[in-house]
């Protein structure tokens, strides 16, 4: 079933089943945001954290994923059950919003209910990816994504802004915060249930479907998609360090810190949609590229005044241009059978990259300070955008031509 998007720049049909995932991600999305924008403040104002600390903890909510997406890819093409690991994710991270009651201000109780909460998103990203790409026709994957992460923006709007209010009803109870997170999740959840159609092809012989992590890293292209995509990870600041780096520029008040990330999710909302689509048209290379180009002028803006609407803006602007875009990239390169254990691949190496950049920036702010230490991931980024671009633009040797 197609339904026709009509207003947003999209001449073409989109399936249904990837307006229900936008909607359960949407929703999801709210209450995500509305715990990431209050946990950085949380955790360095309300509970004294070191940056050192938060660069840890910060690093652990990207990193724990690594294994998790792998296992829950790998299940879910064995079984031929996306639709059943992603809920299972979806239903862990709505269990830890409550979770976060429990930790108090320990650090260790907050790192375990962070991992699990990650352990949700790793079983649920791939499998969610791998029916978006099995949902809509090759050509117009980059739409299909497009289209789904600007639903998932709004969320991603919405949430901070729930979160402002509840923190200005409560006189800044963060419990509350919590609570509704909860609850918003579990709407999330039941939406998944009702509405999304699973993508069920035959299951492999016998029933199994070994991960094949060598034959995936095998092919040429998508070898060097995992790669480029690590080494841009590594490089790439935490949403959480460049709002506490404004929020430290800028002097804003920490009830005003929340709304920090609402810069950068109206800009992704705007435009996550025509970046899919130019990446259809004009090569997701291109788009994927030009979005780091994005995050370095952020870097670069940072260091200077520090402006307000463009540095958030950019950060928007290289989420539309690199998220879905990456796998509208990669969907095509994958066997229907191992489509979700190969989204889940690359995406393990870069939450991975993303852990250890985390780890890494949080010590060069305290080491050298935030500008200097800016300065060294972005010398950094330049250094990788290079060697990616080129990495993605090489030619391919087909084998045949090799034994000839």
Known sequence: MY??????????????NVLALGLVSLVTDISSEMVTAVLPLYLVSALGLSLVQFGVLDGLYFGVTALVRLAGGHA??????????????????AVCKLALL???????????VMAADRTGKGLRTAPRDALITLSAPADRLGGAFGVHRAMDTVGAFLGPLVAFGVLTVTAGAYDAVFV?????????????VLYVRDRRGPLPPGGRGP??????????????????????GLVTVSDSFVYLMLQKR???????????????????????????????????????AAGHVALLAAYLLLMGPAWLVPVLALHGAFYAATDGVLMALAGPLLP?????????????????????????????????????????MAAGLVLSLALAWRSLRAPVTAPSSRRR
């Open 102 to 112: 429990a930790a108090g201000g320990s650090v260790a109780a907050l790192g375990a």
């Open 211 to 232: 991960l094949q992590l060598r034959t995936l890293l095998g092919q040429v292209r998508f070898r060097r998609l995992c790669l480029v995509a690590a080494a841009l």
């Open 336 to 376: 229907e059978e191992s489509r979700t254990s190969g989204l889940a691949l690359i995406q393990t190496g870069q939450a991975t990259a993303r852990m250890v950049s985390s780890m890494l920036f949080g010590a060069l702010w305290t080491v050298l300070g935030e500008t200097e230490g800016l300065a060294v």
């Open 76 to 93: 879910a093409d064995r079984l031929a059950r996306r639709k059943l690991v992603a809920g299972v994710g979806y239903g862990l991270s």
């Open 250 to 288: 800028l002097a804003l008040a920490p009830e005003l810190f929340p709304l920090l990330p609402l810069g950068t999710a109206g800009a992704y909302l705007l435009l996550a949609v025509p970046f899919g689509r130019l990446a259809d048209r004009y090569g997701r290379a291109a788009v994927f």
């Open 180 to 192: 509704t997170s909860f609850c918003v999740a579990a709407l999330g959840v039941l939406l998944l």
């Open 3 to 16: 339904i026709s998007i009509k207003g947003t720049g999209l001449a073409r049909s989109v399936p249904a």
